[in-house]
């Protein structure tokens, strides 16, 4: 129960983060562009954070020991963030934040992918623990947030990261500890890899579109006249189509390849933000929404279906932490033409994420037709 329990505090934290984080930062004083620069930051911190994290992680083994120091450290950031006040100060306190909990993920994906079969563990469940956090994250957020005002956002957020520390305990350090040290150019080797390139030419892409999503969906809400317990039902039901996505994952992953999934996923993409940027009204959100089990529930499946075939057990945490690095600079991006398009008309905003989608499903493309001729080789 270790993994369910770690996953379940970790979304948690994520949920807050993505549903509203943007909301707490606009309540200290920063404009909705403001607050896209600062989530912008914040992505590319990541790209040199992650990559960095996780090679020491590969190279020392140290893996459960980083992420509970990473989350003890990310707890007090968060404790410095409800003590302090100042646009420009909270942005700064913030970025250290968030350099602290965006390795977490990659982190926690190397240590389940690498232990999957020793303690006879479905990614596809313990992902969807996660999801089944969000969903109760962001409705008792969103309720709270209506009952009170923005504070009880950190104030819960600091719950969680407290809760996270706990759980943490529980965590195997890391399978595989008899590997002799990885050197950079072993990783350099593992990593140079056709697949894994157009793995990030379509699935980081689409990954990086829900960064641009989780910044100005709930600015683009509010202004549709939304309160924030209906945009934590709008957040809620996209994640339970995600969870559908990940109970199901074993089956899907049996019928299909990595690349066909990230395909659809794509595809999805495609379909899902074309119709947010037309209109935020209730009805076309709760398609948008339902299209989240494909967007991301599928493009997460394909991606951890990927890494299992091609990439060697030692090099998970790199090749997990240049993926997600990968996403968060192309969310970075993303994100501040967002800032530039928001002010025009935020469907803008999402209607230059579709056409992203559009990109990463020709890659995508790709992919499937390497897998099927059997191109790919294993890292």
Request: glycine share 8%; net charge positive.
């Amino acid at each position: 129960m270790a993994f369910y329990a770690f996953y379940f505090g970790l979304y948690a934290q994520i949920a807050i983060g993505i549903t509203f984080m943007p909301l707490w930062l606009k309540a200290q004083g920063l404009s909705e562009a403001t607050v896209g620069m600062c989530m912008a930051a914040a992505a590319i911190i990541a790209v040199v954070v992650n990559p960095l994290v996780g090679t020491f992680a590969d190279r020392t083994r140290l893996n459960k020991a980083i992420l509970v120091a990473l989350v003890i450290c990310a707890t007090i950031a968060a404790l410095a963030l409800n003590a302090i006040s100042g646009a420009f100060l909270v942005a700064m306190v913030f970025l250290i934040y968030r350099s602290l909990v965006s390795p977490l993920v990659p982190l926690a994906e190397s240590i389940l992918i690498a232990n999957l079969t020793a303690y006879r563990l479905d990614f596809g469940l313990v992902r969807a623990w996660g999801s089944a956090s969000v969903v109760v994250t962001t409705l008792l957020c969103g309720f709270l947030v209506d009952w009170f005002d923005t504070r009880m956002i950190l104030y819960l957020l600091l719950v969680i990261l407290i809760a996270q520390i706990a759980t943490s305990n529980g965590l195997p350090a890391r399978a595989r500890e008899g590997q002799p040290a990885i050197t950079f150019a072993a990783i350099q080797r593992a990593l140079r890899n056709r697949g894994f390139i157009m793995l990030l030419g379509s699935a980081a892409i689409s990954q990086a579109c829900h960064g641009v999503f989780y910044t100005f969906s709930t600015f683009r809400w509010l202004e549709a006249g939304h309160s924030t317990s209906v945009i934590a039902f709008f957040w809620s039901l996209g994640v339970g189509v995600e969870i559908v996505a990940f109970v199901l994952s074993k089956r899907i992953t049996a019928h299909l390849s990595p690349g066909k999934i990230i395909f659809i996923a794509c595809v999805a993409g495609i379909l899902r933000w074309g119709i947010f940027g037309l209109s935020a009204d209730f009805a076309p959100t709760l398609v948008v929404q339902f299209l989240q089990g494909a967007t991301l529930g599928l493009a997460q499946v394909g991606v951890a279906s990927y890494m299992r075939q091609n990439i060697a057990p030692e090099f998970l945490s790199s090749a997990t932490g240049v993926y997600h690095a990968a996403a968060g600079l192309i969310a970075a991006l993303a994100i501040l033409v967002g800032a530039q398009l928001y002010p025009i008309g935020s469907g803008y905003v999402f209607l230059f994420t579709a056409a992203l989608c559009a990109f990463g499903a020709v890659v995508a493309s790709l992919i499937v037709d390497k897998t099927h001729r059997g191109d790919e080789g294993r890292a």
